[in-house]
Nanobody, 121 residues
């Protein structure tokens, strides 16, 4: 069953912006640590950004200063704001999260279905 629902991908010209969303599909769990990965054609999947349950963030060097990961715990949703997009940002973007059913019941490393981001020059 789908547990993480992604949205917000699309096509944009270089220099443009997109915001990706990753929402929990049910209220029976919350998002603990959440991450965004991306995979370009012919390349390995790479970690783009991560956010802890407390809001601490970390970014790949290639997106620092351009991308911002954030979360709305009330909506059980994580976002990736992408600004100053470049053609090399073109990839399928995946949400990944540890799902917390209770303090002692965490399902790690759950993936969303992916959303395509295409940046044209």
């Amino acid at each position: 069953q789908v547990q993480l629902v992604e949205s917000g991908g699309g096509s944009v010209q270089a220099g443009g912006s997109l915001r990706l969303s990753c929402a929990a599909s049910r209220s029976t769990f919350s998002l603990n640590v959440a991450r965004w990965y991306r995979q370009a054609p012919g390349k390995q999947r790479e970690l783009v950004a991560a956010i802890s349950s407390g809001g601490t963030t970390d970014y790949a060097d290639s997106v620092k200063g351009r991308f911002t990961i954030s979360r709305n715990n009330a909506k059980n949703t994580v976002y990736l704001q992408m600004n100053s997009l470049k053609p090399e940002d073109t990839a399928v973007y995946y949400c990944n999260a540890d799902l917390e059913y209770s303090h002692y019941d965490i399902e790690p490393d759950v993936w969303g279905q992916g959303t395509q981001v295409t940046v044209s020059s």
